[in-house]
C-alpha cells in the first residue's frame, strides 16, 4: 500500500489528469469564464480595463494600473481565488509532516487538494475570461469619423455590387479621429475611447455608391478588389453592436429569436460600421504569410474550377461549395445556402469542424502506417512517427481554414484523441473528452458562449455512450448497421438540443445526414482534396521540366484538377438545388406558423415539452450502456407515448388540435378578459412595420365585395427590403396558407420595401394611397395579381363587431385629390377606432401641415379622453410632432419606430422633448425593441421586448381604458 502511495506521489501529473481532478479543473474553468461575463464583473472590467491599462502611456502600467482596479469587485474577486491557491497549497504541505491521526489527516488533505484544484481552475478562468473578454465600443465614437489601420481576416467578396455589400472583419492596430473638434478635453476623451480599439476586431461594410462617382481616385478606389491578409488604412464610422429585437410575443413555444449583439460577442467584434470615404483608403501591405498562402490557394481554386477571371467573387459561383469544404471558406455561402443547411440539419458538414480533421487526420495516419509497413514489415506497429504525421496534417488543414473557432476546436479534439488512441496517454475516453474540452475552453475561453462548442462535445459525448461496452463491428453490413445507429442516436440528442437552444429541429436531420453524411466524408471532402494533390502534382511536374511541351501545356492548365473539380462542383449545385427545394417544403419544426390548430391559446409549451421528453426517452432506451433491461423497455414505451401524442397535438388534422381552434375562437369572442385587438410595432432598424391582429368574430370583407371573410391579420407598412432572398418579415401571420391585409401608408423604401418578401396568394387585400401606387409598381411585379384599393380620406374597414359596436380601421388623410409632390404628404393615416372612441393612430412620415389639417377632427372624436396609442409621424423628424397637434391627442403610449443608431439622428431631440411634455409614456423602439400592444374594453397593456432599466413603473403593466 505505501509502495502505491509513494508511485503516485511520484507521477504529479496523473494525479491532475484523474477522472476526478480532471471534473473539478473542469468545473472550476467553467465557473471562472462564466463569472468573467456576469454583473459588475464585466462591466467593471470593460469600464476600467481602458483607463488602466489602455490609457496610460509610457511606463505608467504598473502599478498605477492596478491602483484603477483597488476600489471594485474585480480585485477583491481575484485576491480571493488566489487567497484560496495558497490556503490549499498550505493544506497540502502539512502531508510531509507526521500526525497521530493519519485518517483525518489524509481527509484534510484530500480536501486540501479539492480546493487547490478548484480555485486554480476558478481562477484561471476569471483571468483569461476577463483578459481575452472583447473591450466593446465607447458611446463616445458613435457615428464619428476615424482613422483605422489594421489586417483584413475576413471577406465575403472582393467588390461590392449595386444589389450586395463587402462585409470584411478588420483587426484594428492603430485608431485615430479624423477631424478632430478643436475642444481639446472632448478629443482627449474621444482618442483615449479609440484606443480601446486597437488589437480589437469590428465589422465594417464596404457599399456600392449610390450615384457613380465622378471623381476619377474615387473610381480607381471603387474597382480595387480587397483580400483577407492585406493591411489597409482607411476612414470609418462605427457604432457599437446592435441588433433587432423581435420576439414572439405570446408564443411559448416559437423558434428562438437570433440575438444579434450576443453572436457578434461570442465572435469578438467589438464594433460594426462602413468605409467612408474609399478614396481615401490605402493599401498598406500586401497578404503575407499564412494569409498569402490561403489567398494563392483561393484563386488556384477559382481559376481551376472554370470560373475564369483574375477576380474571386465566390457568393455567385457553384464553386463556393468546394471553398467552402476544402479550404474552410465558410463566408462564400450565401444566406440561402445557410437556410438550405439549418433546415436540413447539414450544417456541421459544411463548417470545418471534427469531421473533416479528423478525416484528414486518418487518412495521413493510414497512409503513413501503410508506407512504413511496407518499408519496416517488421516494427511498423511501434512506430511514433505516423502519430505525429497525422497530428501535423490536422493542424495544417486547420491552419488552412483560417484556424476559425470550429476548426480550433476540431484540431484540439483530433490531438488529444490521437494522444488517446496512441496507447501512450494511459487515459480513458472520459477523460480524454475532459481534457479536450479544458484545452479549447483555456485557448478560447469565448468557445464557452459558442453553442456549436457544446453541440459538438455533446455529439461525441452521445458516441462515446453509445459504443462503451460494445465489440467492433465486423463486415460491411456491420458498419452499416454501427452507423445507421451512430447517426440515429445523433439524431435524437442533437433534436433535443437544438429544440431545447433554438426551438427549431429539422424533420429532414436524421435522412439528409445518413444520406450526405456518408457521402461528403468518404467521396466529395476525399476528392476535393485529390484535386489539391493533383494541382500540386501538376506544379511539380511543370518545375521540373521533364515534361513534354504539349503535356506541359496542359499541366499550365490544370487540366486534370480542374476537370476534377468542375465535376465535382457541378454535382455540389445540383445536389444542393435537390436540398433547397426539399428545406422549402418540409423545413423546420416548428415554424411560424407551426400547424392550422396553433393559436395563441395552444399549450405549445407542452407540445415542445413533449418532443424533447420523445427524443430523450427513445435514446435512453437505446443509446446508454448499462441500463437495465426492463427501464429499457419503460422509456421505449414511453417516448412511444409521447411521440403519438405529439403527433395527436401538432396534427393539423387531429382532434385535439380542431377542438382547440373552436375553443379559441369562441373564447376570443364572448370572453371579456381576452384582448379584442392586438398591436405590434417591429424593430426594423430605419423604417416602419406593423401589425395588426383581430380576435373579433370574422365579417365579410369588404374588400373583396363580401365574398371572403375579412381577413384577422393586417400590416401598415413593412420596413425596408432584404437582401436575404429567403428572409420573412417580422410577425408573419400564425396560420399557414390565411392571406393578410396590408396597408402601405406611402412607397419610401422604409415602408414598403418589405413587400418585396411577399406574394400575391399571400395578400387578401392591399390599400394603398393614390399617389403612390405608381412607386410600388417599380418595386414588385404582381401588383396587378391583388385586389387593391385606393386609401383616402372617409374609408374604413370593419374588423368585427364588438359589444354591439364596430372596431374599425378608418382612413382620415389624404384626402381625395391630393396633389403635392412630397410623397410623405401623400401617407395614408389610420386611426383604430372602438365605435366613435379612437384607439390607435398610424401616422406615417406625415408632417406638421398634416398634422395641422387633422388636429380638429381628432380633437372632437377624443372629447377630453387621451388617446391610448400613437405612432409617431416620421420616425420622429423634427419637421412632424408639433406642439399642438401632440397636445391635442394627449397619448398615453407614443411609439418612435426609428433605428437605434440611424444616420438622420431620429428622434429629434426637439420632437423628445415635446413628447415628454404631452405624452405618458414614450417608448423607442431601436432602444426598447418591438412593441407589443394589447387592448380589450376593460383595460390595455403594452409590452416592450427589452425591458430596459430606469422605465417608471407606470409605463408598465395594465392600464385602465377609463
Same mark, same amino acid.
Given at each position: ?412 479534439? *483530433?490531438? #488529444?484523441? !490521437?494522444?488517446?488512441?496512441? @496507447? $501512450? +496517454? ?6 480524454? %473528452?475532459? &481534457? /479536450? ?22 455529439? *461525441?459525448? #452521445?458516441? !462515446?455512450?453509445?459504443?462503451? @461496452? $460494445? +465489440? ?6 456491420? %458498419?452499416? &448497421? /454501427? ?26 436531420? !436524421? ?452
Amino acid at each position: 500500500m505505501s509502495g502505491a502511495t509513494v508511485n503516485k506521489s511520484s507521477h504529479p501529473a496523473r494525479l491532475w489528469l484523474s477522472p476526478a481532478s480532471l471534473a473539478q479543473q473542469l468545473a472550476g474553468l467553467v465557473a471562472g469564464i462564466w463569472l468573467s461575463r456576469q454583473g459588475e464583473w464585466g462591466a467593471d472590467w470593460q469600464s476600467r480595463s481602458s483607463a488602466g491599462f489602455g490609457a496610460q502611456e509610457g511606463g505608467a502600467h504598473g502599478w498605477a494600473a492596478f491602483m484603477t482596479l483597488s476600489d471594485n469587485l474585480l480585485l477583491l474577486a481575484l485576491l480571493l481565488c488566489w487567497l484560496m491557491v495558497a490556503g490549499a497549497l498550505a493544506a497540502t504541505l502539512t502531508r510531509a509532516f507526521p500526525h497521530p491521526a493519519p485518517g483525518a489527516e489524509s481527509r484534510r488533505s484530500r480536501l486540501g487538494v479539492l480546493r487547490l484544484r478548484l480555485s486554480a481552475a476558478l481562477g484561471f478562468g476569471l483571468v483569461i475570461g476577463l483578459h481575452q473578454q472583447p473591450l466593446v465600443m465607447a458611446e463616445a465614437l458613435t457615428r464619428q469619423e476615424l482613422w483605422l489601420e489594421g489586417q483584413v481576416e475576413q471577406v465575403n467578396r472582393a467588390l461590392p455590387t449595386p444589389d450586395d455589400s463587402v462585409r470584411l472583419v478588420l483587426r484594428v492596430s492603430r485608431c485615430g479621429l479624423f477631424q478632430p473638434t478643436g475642444e481639446p478635453a472632448a478629443d482627449a476623451g474621444r482618442q483615449a475611447a479609440c484606443q480601446r480599439l486597437v488589437d480589437q476586431r469590428v465589422q465594417l461594410r464596404r457599399y456600392w455608391p449610390r450615384k457613380l462617382p465622378r471623381n476619377v481616385a474615387t473610381r480607381e478606389a471603387l474597382a480595387t478588389p480587397w483580400q483577407a491578409g492585406e493591411r489597409w488604412r482607411m476612414v470609418v464610422r462605427l457604432v457599437p453592436p446592435h441588433g433587432a429585437s423581435n420576439p414572439a410575443f405570446g408564443r411559448s413555444a416559437s423558434p428562438a429569436e437570433f440575438d444579434r449583439v450576443a453572436w457578434l460577442w461570442r465572435e469578438g467584434i467589438v464594433a460594426t460600421g462602413y468605409v467612408r470615404q474609399l478614396s481615401l483608403a490605402q493599401r498598406l501591405a500586401p497578404p503575407g504569410g499564412l494569409a498569402a498562402l490561403r489567398l494563392h490557394a483561393e484563386q488556384a481554386l477559382w481559376q481551376r474550377c472554370g470560373e475564369g477571371g483574375a477576380l474571386v467573387d465566390w457568393p455567385d459561383s457553384p464553386c463556393r461549395w468546394l471553398a467552402a469544404l476544402t479550404l474552410g471558406k465558410v463566408s462564400a455561402l450565401t444566406h440561402d445556402d445557410w437556410d438550405t443547411l439549418n433546415a436540413t440539419g447539414l450544417t456541421h458538414l459544411v463548417v470545418v469542424s471534427g469531421l473533416h480533421v479528423g478525416l484528414m487526420a486518418s487518412l495521413v495516419l493510414g497512409l503513413s502506417f501503410g508506407v512504413l509497413r511496407l518499408w519496416r514489415p517488421g516494427g511498423w506497429r511501434f512506430s511514433v512517427a505516423p502519430w505525429w504525421l497525422a497530428c501535423l496534417a490536422a493542424w495544417s488543414f486547420a491552419l488552412l481554414a483560417g484556424l476559425a473557432p470550429p476548426a480550433l476546436r476540431a484540431a484540439l479534439m *483530433v490531438t #488529444v484523441g !490521437l494522444w488517446m488512441a496512441s @496507447g $501512450r +496517454s494511459g487515459l480513458g475516453v472520459w477523460q480524454v %473528452w475532459m &481534457l /479536450a474540452l479544458i484545452l479549447v475552453l483555456g485557448l478560447d475561453p469565448l468557445a464557452l458562449w459558442r453553442p456549436g462548442t457544446w453541440l459538438s462535445f455533446i455529439a *461525441v459525448a #452521445v458516441l !462515446l455512450l453509445a459504443w462503451q @461496452g $460494445r +465489440s467492433r463491428p465486423l463486415g460491411l453490413r456491420g %458498419w452499416c &448497421l /454501427a452507423t445507421l445507429r451512430s447517426q440515429w442516436l445523433l439524431t435524437l440528442v442533437m433534436g433535443a438540443a437544438l429544440l431545447l437552444s433554438r426551438g427549431q429541429l429539422s424533420w429532414l436531420s !436524421l435522412p439528409m445526414n445518413l444520406v450526405m453524411a456518408p457521402l461528403v466524408t468518404l467521396l466529395i471532402v476525399p476528392i476535393g482534396m485529390l484535386g489539391w494533390g493533383l494541382a500540386g502534382l501538376e506544379q511539380l511536374l511543370l518545375f521540373t521540366g521533364l515534361v513534354p511541351s504539349w503535356l506541359a501545356a496542359m499541366l499550365a492548365d490544370g487540366v486534370f484538377s480542374s476537370r476534377l473539380w468542375q465535376l465535382l462542383a457541378q454535382g455540389m449545385a445540383q445536389t444542393m438545388e435537390v436540398l433547397s427545394s426539399l428545406a422549402s417544403t418540409q423545413g423546420r419544426w416548428p415554424q411560424v406558423p407551426m400547424a392550422a390548430g396553433q393559436t395563441d391559446t395552444t399549450p405549445s409549451a407542452l407540445i415542445q415539452t413533449l418532443a424533447v421528453m420523445a427524443l430523450l426517452g427513445a435514446w435512453l432506451a437505446e443509446g446508454v450502456p448499462g441500463l437495465d433491461g426492463r427501464l429499457k423497455r419503460l422509456c421505449g414505451s414511453v417516448a412511444l407515448c409521447w411521440g403519438l401524442t405529439l403527433a395527436a397535438l401538432a396534427s393539423p388534422w387531429s382532434p385535439p388540435a380542431l377542438a382547440t381552434v373552436t375553443r379559441a375562437t369562441e373564447a376570443a369572442s364572448v370572453s371579456p378578459r381576452a384582448p379584442a385587438l392586438s398591436l405590434t410595432v417591429h424593430d426594423v432598424g430605419q423604417g416602419l412595420a406593423l401589425s395588426l391582429r383581430s380576435h373579433l368574430a370574422p365579417s365579410a370583407s369588404e374588400s373583396t365585395g363580401g365574398s371572403r371573410q375579412m381577413p384577422k391579420y393586417w400590416r401598415y407598412d413593412l420596413g425596408a427590403a432584404s437582401r436575404n432572398t429567403g428572409a420573412r418579415l417580422p410577425g408573419a401571420p400564425f396560420v399557414a396558407g390565411e392571406p393578410i391585409g396590408v396597408i402601405m401608408s406611402h412607397g419610401d423604401g422604409d415602408h414598403a420595401g418589405g413587400l418585396q418578401a411577399l406574394s400575391a396568394e399571400e395578400i387578401a387585400a392591399l390599400w394603398v394611397p393614390a399617389g403612390q401606387r405608381a412607386r410600388l409598381e417599380r418595386q414588385v411585379s404582381w401588383l396587378d395579381e391583388v385586389a387593391m384599393r385606393e386609401c383616402v380620406a372617409g374609408r374604413s374597414i370593419t374588423l368585427g363587431q364588438l359589444q354591439g359596436r364596430p372596431v374599425r380601421l378608418e382612413m382620415l388623410w389624404p384626402p381625395p385629390g391630393l396633389t403635392t409632390r412630397r410623397d410623405n404628404a401623400h401617407s395614408c393615416v389610420v386611426l383604430i377606432a372602438h365605435g366613435a372612441r379612437p384607439l390607435a393612430l398610424l401616422t406615417g412620415d406625415i408632417g406638421q401641415q398634416q398634422e395641422r389639417e387633422l388636429q380638429e377632427t381628432l380633437r372632437q372624436r377624443l372629447a377630453g379622453r387621451g388617446l391610448p396609442l400613437l405612432v409617431v409621424a416620421h420616425h420622429g423628424s423634427r419637421t412632424s410632432s408639433g406642439d399642438a397637434w401632440l397636445e391635442s391627442l394627449a397619448a398615453r403610449h407614443a411609439i418612435v419606430s426609428a433605428g437605434r443608431y440611424n444616420p438622420h439622428g431620429h428622434p429629434h431631440p426637439d420632437v423628445v422633448e415635446r413628447l415628454a411634455r404631452h405624452v405618458e409614456c414614450l417608448w423607442h423602439v431601436g432602444l426598447d425593441g418591438a412593441l407589443y400592444w394589447e387592448w380589450s374594453p376593460q383595460g390595455e397593456r403594452l409590452q416592450p421586448a427589452r425591458r430596459a432599466g430606469g422605465i417608471g413603473v407606470r409605463c408598465l403593466g395594465v392600464k385602465s381604458a377609463e
